[in-house]
C-alpha cells in the first residue's frame, strides 16, 4: 500500500516512520475530516475489494468537497479479519485509482486484525478566506441538490434483501463519486453546503440547526434517479431521503441562479433547486402546490443499523 496514490512534492516524509512530514502552501488552511466504513453496515459484506478501496475513499473526499477543498492528502487505517495479499491488491487498486484520478497521496497508516473496517483521514487545503460551511446559510436564499437521488439506497436495499443487481447498478452503488470540482466551483456561489450522506432530509436538518433557520423542501421538485421512476411518490421520495447519495446539498442567493445554470452545463451536472430557507427551525417538506406534506421520511442514522 506505501506506493498507492499520487506523488506530491509537497510530502515530505511518507509512509515507513512514526509519522508524515508534510508542507502547507502558503495562503491555504488546512481541511480535514474522518470517516469509518463497516463491512456489513456502510457495504455489503460480499463487495469486492476494489470497490471496498474506491468507496472508503470517495466518501472522505466528498467531505472535502462539501468544505470546497482541493484534495491532497489521506492516512489510512484498515482492519481485516485475515492477511490476504488478493484482497490488499484489490482494495489497492481501487483506492490508488480513486487518489490517482484527485491527486491524493497515501501518507501513512496501520493495519490491525479484526472484523473487516476501513478508517481514513483525508485532508486538503482552503484558500485563507473561503469555505463552505453549514453554518453560511442565510435566510431568503435558494436550496439546491446536485445530480438525482435515491438510486444507492433503492440498490443498497435489494443488496440487504437477497436480490441482484445490474451490472450498472452495482457500479453506481460500489463506486460513488465525489462532486470534488463542483465543490470548488461552488466557493465563490454557495452560502452554505454539505454532502449527502445521511440523506436529503436528515442533512438539510443538520444544515437549518448549524444556520440557526428553516429549510423548506418542495418533494415535487426533487431530482430523482431514473430508476425510482416507476415507484409510487411516497416511496421515490423515502428512497430519495435514505442516504449514501454523496452528492452536495447547498444555498445560494437567489441572484446566483445563472451563474448557477452556466456551472450545471459546464460540469454536466443537474443542479436543481428544490427548496428555500426562511426564519424559523428545521426542516418543513411540502407538496407539489405547496402543500405540506404530512408523511414520514427518515435518513440514515449510525446509531439504528
Request: hydrophobic fraction near 40%.
Amino acid at each position: 500500500m506505501s506506493a498507492t496514490g499520487a506523488p506530491r512534492s509537497d510530502v515530505q516524509l511518507g509512509p515507513g516512520d512514526d509519522a508524515a512530514i508534510l508542507q502547507a502552501p502558503a495562503g491555504y488552511r488546512l481541511a480535514t475530516s474522518s470517516d469509518t466504513l463497516i463491512a456489513g453496515r456502510h457495504f455489503p459484506e460480499n463487495t469486492v475489494p476494489e470497490a471496498v478501496g474506491h468507496k472508503a475513499l470517495a466518501v472522505n473526499l466528498s467531505d472535502l468537497a462539501a468544505m470546497g477543498a482541493k484534495p491532497a492528502w489521506v492516512s489510512l487505517a484498515l482492519t481485516l479479519p485475515e492477511a490476504s495479499e488478493v484482497w490488499l491488491r484489490g482494495f489497492a487498486s481501487g483506492f490508488g485509482a480513486l487518489a490517482a484520478e484527485y491527486g491524493v497521496a497515501l501518507i501513512g497508516g496501520d493495519t490491525t486484525r479484526g472484523p473487516l473496517s476501513v478508517t481514513l483521514t483525508v485532508t486538503g487545503f482552503l484558500p485563507e478566506s473561503q469555505a463552505l460551511l453549514r453554518s453560511g446559510a442565510q435566510i431568503g436564499e435558494s436550496v439546491y441538490v446536485s445530480g438525482r437521488l435515491g438510486a444507492a439506497a433503492q440498490e443498497l436495499g435489494q443488496v440487504l434483501q437477497g436480490g441482484s443487481l445490474s451490472p450498472d447498478q452495482r457500479r453506481h452503488l460500489d463506486y460513488p463519486q465525489p462532486r470534488v470540482e463542483l465543490g470548488q466551483q461552488l466557493l465563490p456561489v454557495a452560502s452554505s453546503a454539505m454532502d449527502l450522506s445521511d440523506g436529503l432530509l436528515s442533512d438539510a436538518a443538520h444544515l437549518a440547526a448549524a444556520s440557526e433557520l428553516a429549510v423548506d423542501i418542495d418533494l415535487s421538485r426533487l431530482p430523482l434517479a431514473e430508476s425510482l421512476a416507476s415507484l409510487p411518490r411516497e416511496e421515490a421520495w423515502a428512497l430519495a431521503s435514505a442516504g449514501d447519495d454523496y452528492e452536495l446539498l447547498f444555498t445560494a442567493p437567489n441572484v446566483e441562479s445563472p451563474r448557477l445554470e452556466a456551472l450545471s452545463q459546464t460540469l454536466g451536472l443537474p443542479l436543481t433547486r428544490v427548496g428555500r430557507t426562511r426564519e424559523g427551525d428545521g426542516v418543513h417538506c411540502f407538496e407539489r402546490d405547496g402543500v405540506p406534506f404530512e408523511g414520514r421520511l427518515q435518513g440514515y442514522d449510525h446509531f439504528l443499523r
